[in-house]
Structures are given as C-alpha cells and as structure tokens.
C-alpha cells in the first residue's frame, strides 16, 4: 500500500507564493508518475502539473510560467512551487502518484488566494 502525505498551502495574497510537497511511502515502483491535482468549489478535479521518473513534465496551460514541478525519486517525494498566484489558482490541491494501474491519491491541502 502507498501512502501520501501532502505539506505546505495555506492563505496567500495575489503575486505571492506558496511550496507543497508530497511524500510518498510504500511499495513504490520505481517507474510512475507523480503529481498535482487540484478541485475547486462546484468544478472537476484537474490535472496542476506531473513528473515523471525521468524528469519529463506536463504543465496545466493555466499555470504554464508560473509553477514548477519537480522531485527527488530517492527521496519518494515531489513538490510543486507556485508563484505569482491568482485568485484563481484557489482549491484544494492533491498529491497524485500513478504507478501501472495503480493510482493513489493524498488527503489534499488547501490553498486559497486573497485578492
């Protein structure tokens, strides 16, 4: 079983910023793809960002210039740094690792941006 533990969000003003990371314990293979989701009020869950073990990364065109995703596979870890939020970018964010045909999901952190 994989468990993630999700750290950092929080209250920030417009044009600030704001870390989360993510570790993961367990049986991991070591060939996934880690990452960040987040839900709105009233919206779907979508993709924010993610990783591959190699490196490769996709970004959300919303968040395109301004978060940059990256991990450190020995570590089992992955963090995601936002930068010049938008009120927009409020939601609850969630920790994502998908290894094969398992997908696992963290509890999820709340990040909320004063206008």
């Known amino acids: 079983q994989v468990q993630l533990v999700e750290s950092g969000g929080g209250l920030v003003q417009a044009g600030g910023s704001l870390r989360l990371s993510c570790a993961a314990s367990?049986?991991?293979?070591?060939?996934?793809?880690m990452g960040w989701f987040r839900q709105a009020p009233g919206k779907q869950r979508e993709l924010v960002a993610r990783?591959?073990?190699?490196?490769?990364?996709i970004y959300a065109d919303s968040v395109k210039g301004r978060f940059t995703i990256s991990r450190d596979n020995a570590k089992n870890t992955v963090s995601l740094q936002m930068n010049s939020l938008k009120p927009e970018d409020s939601a609850v964010y969630y920790c994502?690792?998908?290894?094969?045909?398992?997908?696992?999901w963290g509890q999820g952190t709340q990040v909320t941006v004063s206008s």
């Open positions: 994502n690792l998908a290894s094969g045909p398992d997908i696992y």
């Open positions: 367990g049986s991991i293979f070591r060939l996934n793809l």
């Open positions: 990783i591959s073990s190699g490196g490769n990364t």
